[in-house]
């Protein structure tokens, strides 16, 4: 017989606390990722790998491939050519046909003036034509793990085929931010511009209000970030965040302003209050606080275990029936390994997919259904017990939510057992323990 994980002697079951810890971030962007760059867990997508344009944050991709391409020192001349193939609608800083500056002040200019003639004639003096920058981006890009993503230029101005996902710009911003030079050029509000040729200087004001103190954006703990915009990918924000040893990353596409800043702090506050980073260089591990106190002991134990892959999951979240299989199968070693379409018959689901998620009286019916199967007959831990809200269920569902009240696998006597929400991360792997014997 295997030996009952009930992790903490007299354990009970606090089902009123839930959802009062760690609740996901309401993101009104369309696409959305918050990834920990040392150990690459990502803590939160939304639509992650969603087709959206980058704008300008494009120029994150275009300064790093600059300042390792291009010696600070040498000189760039504002063309004619950008001139006549940049839309004139395009954002810049002031500079003049003729106008010569050094690839070090071209680089400020890109980042905090956002310049458009600067990012194609920066371009062109790299790679001698926009084309094969471009080719050079994508190749780049892909490099990076950014399998979604196309460029066609180097600044983001509206192309329908210059298209990427808030997951491919993050994994972008990981390589691009994880450059001390890009992280000083994307961390700067103000610059002074310095023309070469004619000694005039231009103030550059940074507009992203992330980086701006005195802004109800503003946001300390930022390093480097970078705005984008034009009215096909509305605003999209690229910004990342140190705190301690942690290092967040994230990308909000597609949303009004002043969305992408609220959305971009909210993020950060999600990452930094639950989630924390230890260890050395080439050693670094993550510590989840998404559970709640009373599943924290066997949330730690279910990950060393290795239940889950995910270590970036929030614990209050529904499971997904994939991510539900894998657990069962990694923790129980069933006879007959458990499968999408035993979980359908089990619970009397004819349509059930991967993704789906289960209702509670749907776990319980999938939890007696193999206790019965594999022959795991738990010891009845409290007789006929009280359960507010299961008047209402049928006779065939009552009985399978008592058999797991009874057994203390899922809910408590004289609590509501909630039988038509869905099951969570921290309910199935608390459950799942219970299980064993």
């Not at 954002?91 to 980042?111: A, D, F, N, P």
Request: include cysteine.
């Amino acid at each position: 017989m295997r030996k009952y994980l009930w992790g903490v002697v007299g354990f009970i079951w606090i089902w009123i606390s839930l959802g009062t810890w760690a609740k996901y971030p309401s993101i009104k962007a369309e696409g959305a990722i918050l990834i920990e760059s040392k150990t690459n867990t990502i803590l939160y997508e939304k639509n992650a790998h969603q087709r959206l344009y980058p704008a300008s944050t494009t120029k994150i991709l275009t300064a790093l491939l600059i300042e390792q391409s291009l010696d600070e020192k040498q000189v760039i001349t504002k063309s004619q050519d950008s001139v006549n193939t940049v839309p004139r609608d395009s954002s810049h800083i002031g500079l003049q046909v003729g106008e010569s500056y050094t690839v070090q002040e071209g680089l400020y200019g890109l980042m905090v003036g956002s310049d458009n003639f600067i990012a194609h004639d920066l371009a062109k003096a790299a790679k001698g034509s926009i084309e094969a920058f471009a080719n050079w981006m994508n190749a780049e890009a892909k490099a990076c793990g950014a399998l979604n993503t196309h460029f066609t230029n180097p600044h983001g101005y509206h192309d329908s085929n210059h298209y990427t996902t808030a997951y491919d710009l993050g994994k972008i911003a990981q390589k691009a931010f994880a450059n001390e030079k890009v992280v000083k050029l994307a961390g700067t509000s103000d610059y002074t511009f310095h023309v070469k040729n004619n000694n005039r200087t231009l103030e550059i004001y940074n507009k992203n209000k992330i980086l701006r103190e005195g802004t109800p954006y503003y946001n300390k703990n930022v390093v480097a970030a970078k705005t984008g915009y034009h009215s096909d990918a509305k605003q999209a924000l690229v910004a990342k965040a140190v705190y301690g040893e942690m290092e967040l990353i994230a990308v909000v596409m597609k949303t009004d302003s002043p969305d992408q800043y609220q959305d971009m702090n909210k993020l950060f506050k999600y990452g930094a209050e639950n989630f924390k980073v230890r260890g050395t260089k080439g050693s670094y591990q993550l510590t989840n606080r998404t559970a709640s106190p009373w599943a924290q002991d066997m949330v730690s134990m279910g990950m060393e275990r290795n239940w889950m892959v995910d270590k970036g999951q929030n614990y209050q979240q529904p499971i997904a029936v994939s991510e539900l299989i894998y657990m069962l199968n990694a923790a129980l070693n069933p006879t007959n390994r458990m499968t999408l379409s035993q979980v359908a018959t089990l619970t009397g689901q004819t349509d059930l997919k991967e993704g789906n998620q289960l209702k509670r009286v749907q776990a319980a019916a999938l939890v007696r259904g193999m206790c019965e199967q594999e022959g795991w007959l738990q010891p009845i831990q409290i007789i006929n017990p009280y359960i507010p809200d299961i008047e209402r269920v049928s006779a065939y569902e009552k009985s399978n939510i008592e058999f797991m009240v009874k057994r203390q696998l899922l809910g408590n006597k004289d609590v509501d057992f909630r039988p038509y929400e869905y099951l969570i991360w921290q309910e199935a792997i608390v459950m799942t323990s219970r299980v064993l014997k």
